[in-house]
């Protein structure tokens, strides 16, 4: 494990993870393209929609643990599709009874189909049932600090705020409220939805996201395998310059070699 690894790690629901990159499956043109990203990515955790994805609960039907096996990732079921509290619990229910008693879960009850945003009520009524139920919830939220918050009392292991909207790529569009969020949270804030290229994912990590999540930003750019490996070098670029600390903002010049105290001939 790297230096900075081992001083800083990523750890969910007690877990370390090397990679600070979470990477989903779906929007890709085939199961080999798939395997290949994730490879290139370097994610351990990856996420996969129960209800729109085969785990061995359709016989005869090609199964992603195929690809992607679970002895080597992280599998993170979520809830994509379900527009309620009830059929949340059920899926992620599911989930758990098609992998042998999982208990991580990635918890997303959206409003409507033309925005993707979450649906708050629902998700806060499904995320109470859920922990209470034993699972560890990473939970799909807005930008709103409050309700952060709020999910974190209720036992949520991961803050998941969007920086856009699903699939939108139109980059890190909120930073006041996500630093709001990153500054009193006490579990991991991973940013989820909007990420369009590999700037926005060191954006959201420079400015103190624990991790990023994505699907899009890959599955649909030109060459997905190119760009899983780009943002992997991003995830890891943005966390050491957030570190690190970055230089004052200026309103104007200052030399990079001064002159004050020099001999002058």
């Not at 670029?237 to 002159?259: D, F, K, T, V």
């Amino acid at each position: 494990m790297m230096a900075e690894q081992q001083d800083d790690p990523f750890v969910v629901a007690g877990t370390v993870y090397p990679s600070r990159l979470l990477v989903g499956t779906g929007k890709y043109r085939d199961m080999e393209e798939t395997r290949l990203a994730i490879e290139a990515s370097g994610a351990n955790i990856v996420t996969v929609a129960v209800r729109r994805t085969n785990l061995g609960q359709h016989a005869g039907e090609p199964n992603l643990l195929d690809v992607i096996d679970p002895a080597k990732y992280t599998i993170l079921p979520n809830t994509a599709g379900c527009y309620d509290a009830d059929s949340a619990v059920r899926t992620c229910r599911l989930a758990r009874e098609l992998l042998d008693g999982h208990r991580l879960v990635k918890l997303e009850v959206l409003a409507d189909q033309r925005t993707l945003y979450p649906n708050i009520l629902e998700t806060l009524k499904a995320a109470e049932s859920l922990v209470a139920d034993g699972f560890d919830v990473m939970v799909y939220t807005t930008d709103d600090p409050i309700l952060a918050k709020r999910l974190e009392e209720i036992g949520c292991v991961a803050i998941m705020p969007l920086a856009a909207p699903i699939g939108s790529g139109l980059g890190i569009q909120n930073r006041y409220t996500l630093r709001e969020i990153i500054e009193q949270a006490k579990v991991p804030v991973i940013v989820d939805a909007g990420v369009g290229t590999a700037s926005d994912a060191s954006i959201a990590m420079e400015l103190g996201c624990d991790g990023v999540l994505m699907n899009t930003a890959i599955a649909e750019a030109g060459f997905p395998v190119m760009m899983a490996s780009a943002m992997s070098h991003a995830i890891k670029a943005g966390r050491l310059a957030y570190r690190a600390g970055r230089m004052p903002r200026r309103a104007y010049a200052s030399a990079s070699s001064p002159i004050d105290g020099r001999f002058h001939v």
